[in-house]
């Protein structure tokens, strides 16, 4: 082996036949000895014209014009050379710029992949390569980098207050000059943002918030109304409506984020929803209702005092819209289940579940799959027994004042008789009978059905009124009992809100977004007639929702075991850290951040809103409101 680095040099022949030079941005250039002579042939140069006359501040390099350059139906090949003093500034996922020279139309990318090539012929994969790097620090400086953009859109008028996006639809020109976008109006029309709306975060790139003009960029999700001075519907689709789902491992800051996000939308803004009755259109503020199974959200109802004594948050905060402090219209309703304690919360309110939600409903009874038969002659008792509240059910009155789980299993001793009217016009054999028995007298019916006297159906216009947060607190019920709790208020909120027949007008009049914490505990595939039950009236809503004024926010660390149908009609998704089982579980998640979500630190998220680029946002790393774990 040679003794130094000049004798391996003299001894490689591809070095021998080279010398190497540098251009002005300090790339090498290769040149055989021979071509340094003059030659006549040589083909004289020619310039190419930038579309800049001198460098911007976020320039950062160049459009590659030594390897093609394509845009099509299918897909696409843009590089950029990054400069050397500026390689450290540039990161997956930022957002480019590059003109096209001939009127004021730019390109708009994010940058897909990184990568670093070898400029000389004595790349790494040779001996002498490994010689000389056993002598000498080899540094980057051996090597270019390429970014390679992905385009999303061409930006018209850039540099005007009317910056439009077209389809990509031209190709850059070679040597173009490539910058950093760092225009405010460029970001949101490429990236489909709104200027305004719920606050969700701030854009970022690699858990960075990005800046502009000095001010972090503010992430909103759609949120049009009524035009306060002038009454008008405003253009657009509310996220709300269009339904969410906010998704996050433990420790990754959901139900933090999720607490700010719905902070958002306790406003005096107004939604257009048409009365039940009269068909006339009213214009009302939303109804938050949360179902809260980790006792957690009563808390928006107090302040976050860390922010109250920080005036330099609170200006901020102004300054972009963002809406923090407690939450003066909140009210906490506590579900009455025989058995538990109510958890501890400020001022709460009890709520029953009457027996009476079952009609028109059986399916609430059957938390198992029975057969056929014995459905069937369930089905038919409830829809008897309910009949006898009726003018003209054909049964004799009950002589009680509302229907009731104890009146109902009374009902059905009476018929005990295999004669009986019931048994006898229903074909219920003994067999079927005693099974029809066996099924709807249980323990978690006692326990949840008509406890307590502030029935739900008699409370509904202070559940629902409208302006006003209503956590509905879960956590001291289990097993059972909660499930069947939680899809008794569901399927009561769902089914007035989207079906036609004698529905509750407080809930059908009121524009409603419901946010269910443990999503994962309800709309997962089902194993029950009751959990079916629930599935079907939920994707009806999930498709509906939009004609009702209805939003679901499922909030959940098991986005995977909700129900796929439910899944696919969700409009606004926002990830958080998931584990990467998980990720590869959930087709939702944009592609290009599946990798990187298991990696997200707390408060760190994707989110893909409707006719939105999909884009990382950044969490507040405080609660707008109090928020105590």
């Not at 859109?153 to 207050?161: P, R, S, Y």
């Not at 005092?305 to 906490?332: F, M, P, Q, Y």
């Not at 399916?363 to 056929?372: A, C, I, S, V």
Request: charged share 30%; aromatic share 8%.
């Amino acid at each position: 082996m040679s003794d130094n680095i000049d004798d391996i040099l003299e001894n490689d022949p591809i070095a021998d036949d080279h010398t190497e030079t540098r251009d002005s941005s300090g790339t090498s250039i290769n040149r055989d000895k021979e071509a340094d002579q003059p030659d006549d042939t040589e083909v004289p140069e020619r310039s190419v014209p930038s579309g800049v006359t001198e460098p911007s501040d976020d320039e950062f390099g160049h459009v590659v014009a030594s390897e093609e350059i394509h845009v099509s139906r299918r897909d696409y090949q843009v590089n950029t050379f990054v400069r050397t003093e500026d390689r450290d500034d540039i990161r997956l996922g930022d957002y480019v710029q590059i003109p096209y020279p001939d009127d004021d139309s730019e390109l708009f990318a994010v940058t897909d992949t990184l990568r670093y090539e070898p400029y000389t012929d004595l790349d790494d994969k040779s001996d002498a390569h490994n010689q000389i790097s056993a002598y000498a620090d080899l540094d980057e400086s051996e090597y270019v980098q390429i970014a390679e953009l992905e385009p999303l859109a061409i930006l018209h008028d850039v540099g005007t207050d009317d910056v439009e996006s077209g389809i990509v639809n031209r190709i850059p020109k070679p040597n173009s000059p490539a910058r950093l976008a760092r225009s405010e109006d460029c970001l949101r029309t490429g990236l489909n943002i709104p200027g305004d709306g719920i606050f969700a975060g701030w854009l970022s790139v690699g858990g960075d918030a990005m800046t502009v003009d000095g001010e972090k960029f503010p992430y909103y999700l759609s949120n049009p109304g009524i035009d306060r001075e002038t009454g008008e519907i405003e253009d657009g689709e509310p996220a709300v409506f269009r339904h969410a789902l906010v998704a996050g491992s433990t420790g990754k800051g959901k139900t933090h984020f999720t607490k700010n996000v719905l902070r958002q939308f306790v406003s005096e803004k107004r939604y257009p929803i048409r009365h039940h009755d009269t068909g006339e259109e009213q214009q009302r503020r939303l109804n938050l209702v949360i179902i809260d199974p980790e006792n957690e959200y009563w808390e928006m109802g107090k302040d976050n005092s860390a922010i109250a004594n920080d005036e330099v948050i609170e200006r901020t905060l102004r300054r972009h819209g963002v809406k923090h402090g407690g939450v003066d219209n909140l009210e906490v309703f506590v579900p009455q289940v025989a058995g538990t304690n109510a958890p501890s919360t400020t001022e709460s309110r009890e709520l029953s579940i009457p027996f009476e939600v079952v009609r028109g409903r059986p399916d609430l009874l059957m938390p198992y799959q029975p057969t056929e038969i014995t459905r069937g002659a369930i089905i038919d008792c409830i829809d008897a027994y309910f009949s006898s509240f009726d003018e003209q059910g054909g049964y004799r009155d009950r002589g009680v004042s509302r229907p009731t789980y104890e009146d109902f299993l009374a009902f059905l001793t009476e018929h005990d008789d295999e004669n009986s009217r019931l048994r006898a016009e229903n074909d219920i054999g003994g067999g079927t009978w005693g099974a029809v028995q066996r099924r709807v007298d249980r323990g978690t019916f006692h326990d949840v059905f008509d406890e307590g006297t502030d029935f739900l159906p008699d409370i509904s216009d202070e559940v629902f009124r409208e302006g006003q947060v209503t956590v509905i607190p879960t956590s001291h019920i289990n097993g059972s009992k909660d499930s069947l709790t939680v899809l008794s208020l569901l399927s009561y909120i769902i089914e007035n809100k989207i079906d036609d027949y004698q529905v509750d007008p407080a809930v059908r009049n009121t524009p409603l977004l419901v946010a269910v914490d443990e999503a994962h505990n309800y709309f997962s595939s089902a194993d029950s007639l009751r959990e079916e039950y629930i599935l079907r009236r939920a994707r009806a809503a999930v498709k509906q929702g939009r004609k009702y004024k209805l939003g679901l926010c499922l909030i959940t660390q098991n986005p995977d075991d909700v129900d796929d149908d439910v899944i696919k009609q969700i409009n606004t998704n926002i990830f958080l850290g998931l584990k990467s089982e998980v990720v590869d579980d959930v087709s939702s998640i944009p592609s290009e951040f599946a990798k990187d979500l298991p990696n997200f630190g707390k408060g760190q998220a994707v989110v893909k809103a409707p006719d939105v680029e999909a884009v990382e946002v950044t969490g507040l790393p405080y609660c707008l409101t109090k928020h105590g774990n």
